[in-house]
């Protein structure tokens, strides 16, 4: 039927109500209009307007049984329905509304049989008569929507009024025939549409398990390749593939071991173990096991109860329980004494412990990743390191390469740490080409943390927007480490050397894993032009000499006399920083 077919018939429907009916045509526009919806519950306000205008039935409604309490326990009513649509368009009504008597609707849902009340009131009751008809002389058609044709599962009950005044008592046959004819397109549509939802559900379904197994490949793919890591700059295979450990690593629990020479980043990756892990937003808490004193360490990890000790002046949480649900980075390892060994060993073994000076037994879900530039296994083979302890914190040693074994990545890093500076100070300064491939030549014994040292301070010297290779601090010859390197592989140094015999770095190959440390590599600083090394005049080594002690004395200050700290700080091993202090005489103030 043509849109003005419908638009006529509708306005006649209005004028002679009850006089014309148009049972085929309803039938036939009810099936256009639930076929065609993409939600034919939604669509039914429209279909009931069609049996109103086409057949003259009026106040349709559609029951929908509510899902939520379909069995009748707890009290609740057997057959729930909710009014999920009537001529003013769709809804959500409680069956109180009374659009359909509650009682018929829910003998048709428990009958699953239309139900034709010739008269309403004499039949249900006066209360049936929907609130706001224009009088109560109504008969009522019911029909049930099945769950799908010939299913005993009532779904919905469709309904309408006829208004007995007009003579309607003999359209009833004809009314239950028509409702009874769109029940069963609206089921078809119903089922037709739960099959299309059930298929999307399926394909979004297949969909949702390509995707993750695309991610998982992708993450394995990623994994292997080692890409990179927020935060941790580098592109050399050497650093490409102790990414990808840390990535594997990470996703589990275990015990992780950073090995690798001071200042190659090994708390940078102990944050990425705990970032790339399920811990990540849980606490990640670091101790630094070298920079206390074996009393106070005990009391930093575990804890003390008030008046444990003189200062214990209230109770404290050590830093396992800061870090229970977390990660705990347990810097320089190598550092601590038989005692505290023990004490560690138990917590890891048991994951029990109790506060210093305190009786009950505490209990934490710590992940521990701990970091050394020592050579563990000598240690281990001199008695001097718990070989259970070892082998409890060793489960997955990971050795970060030295800067010199990744010269390649030497730009890149240069380059963002001036970004860095550039960015905190309002500048924009530039390396020269020349200053780049100068730096690519130095051995950085100090890693990663002397070549940002030695961007800071140039950049910082620097008096022109360009950094000439020339001001770098070991063309000036001012550069400490440079000196450090020069003494420990045995050359002369210009400034007097201490060193006479060639003293190992503790170097830790990155391909051997656990061998013990190798002998120094050739003198740092590539290939500097003669000049910068050439032994200077007698005045000019003792201003150096001095020079050098005062940023001796000035870092162990700063460090509060912590040799590993102030080692830090220069950007040197904390081996390096003993010699240097030995050289100038600097004694180590102890607190
Ligand atoms: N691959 C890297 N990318 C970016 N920055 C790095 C990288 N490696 C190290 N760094 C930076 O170098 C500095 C030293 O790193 P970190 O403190 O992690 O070294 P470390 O091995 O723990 O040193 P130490 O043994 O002396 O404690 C930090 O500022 C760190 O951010």
Redesign the pocket.
């Known amino acids: 039927m043509s849109m003005s077919t419908l638009e006529h018939r509708t306005a006649f429907a209005a004028v002679r109500p009850q006089m014309d009916r148009f049972p085929l045509d309803t039938v036939c526009e009810a099936a256009k209009i639930l076929t065609g919806a993409s939600d034919p519950i939604a669509a039914m306000p429209s279909v009931l307007n069609v049996l109103s205008s086409f057949m003259g039935l009026r106040m349709g409604a559609l029951a929908l049984l509510d899902d939520k309490g379909r069995s009748g326990g707890d009290g609740k009513p057997v057959n729930p329905f909710i009014i999920a649509a009537t001529t003013h368009g769709s809804t959500c009504a409680p069956p109180e509304t009374r659009a359909l008597p509650i009682r018929a609707t829910r003998q048709v849902f428990r009958t699953g049989v239309a139900l034709v009340s010739r008269n309403v009131v004499e039949e249900l009751g006066e209360a049936a008569i929907p609130p706001g008809a224009p009088h109560n002389r109504f008969a009522l058609t019911s029909v049930p929507i099945r769950e799908q044709v010939h299913s005993p599962y009532v779904i919905g009950v469709l309904g309408a009024w006829r208004d007995l005044d007009e003579g309607g008592m003999r359209f009833l046959e004809e009314d239950q025939r028509v409702l009874t004819m769109v029940a069963a397109i609206l089921e078809q549509s119903i089922k037709f549409r739960r099959l299309v939802a059930r298929d999307r559900e399926r394909l979004m379904e297949e969909a949702r398990q390509a995707l993750h197994a695309a991610n998982e490949t992708a993450a394995d793919n990623c994994t292997l390749r080692g890409e990179p890591i927020k ?4 592109d050399s295979p050497a ?1 490409k593939a102790v990414t990808a450990q840390i990535r594997k690593v990470a996703r589990t629990n275990t015990p992780v071991l ?1 090995r ?11 944050k990425a173990v705990h970032a790339l892990s399920d811990r990540r937003d849980k606490p990640f808490v670091k101790v ?1 096991c070298a920079a206390l004193s074996q009393t106070l360490l005990e009391s930093e990890l575990f804890g003390h109860e008030k008046g444990s000790f003189t200062g214990a002046l209230a109770q404290k949480k050590g830093r396992f329980e800061l870090a229970d649900t977390g990660t705990l980075f347990l ?2 390892i190598g550092e601590i004494g038989p005692e505290f060994q023990a004490k560690l060993l138990r917590i890891l073994q048991e994951g029990e412990f109790e506060r210093v000076g305190g009786a009950k037994t505490l209990k934490v879900d710590v992940r521990l990743v701990t ?1 050394t ?1 020592r050579d563990l296994e000598a240690a281990v083979a001199r008695g001097d390191f718990r070989a259970d302890l070892y082998f409890r914190i060793c489960v997955v040693p990971i050795v ?1 390469p030295p800067l010199r074994e990744r010269a390649e ?1 030497v730009p890149t ?1 240069a380059q ?1 740490f001036l970004d860095r500076f550039n960015a905190q100070n309002g500048m924009e300064k530039r390396l020269t080409p020349q200053a780049m491939a100068q730096l690519a030549r130095c051995q950085f014994p100090g ?3 002397e ?2 040292n030695c961007i800071s301070r140039v950049a910082a010297l620097s008096s022109g927007s360009e950094i000439d290779e020339r001001e770098l601090a070991c063309m000036q010859g001012t550069c400490l480490s440079a000196e450090l390197w020069r003494m420990q592989s045995g050359d002369r140094s210009p400034i007097g050397g201490l060193a006479t015999v060639r003293t190992p770095l503790p170097v830790i190959d990155s391909g051997a894993g656990q061998r013990p440390p190798v002998p120094p590599l050739p003198p740092g600083f590539g290939e500097p032009p003669p000049a910068a090394f050439a032994p200077p005049a007698a005045a000019e080594t003792a201003e150096a000499d001095a020079d050098e002690r005062a940023r001796l004395i000035d870092a162990m200050e700063r460090a509060g006399w912590v040799q ?1 700290k102030a ?2 700080l220069l950007g040197l ?2 081996r390096q920083i003993g010699y240097a202090l030995k050289k100038h005489g600097v004694e180590v103030r102890k607190f």
Do not use: C, H, W
Request: hydrophobic share 40%.
């Open positions: 935060g941790i700059i580098g650093i950073l690798g020479e001071s200042g190659t980043g090994k708390e940078l990756f102990a630094n810097d320089e970091a530039n970060l990545d890093l963002t890693n990663v943390r070549l940002e590993a080692a830090r091993t904390p």
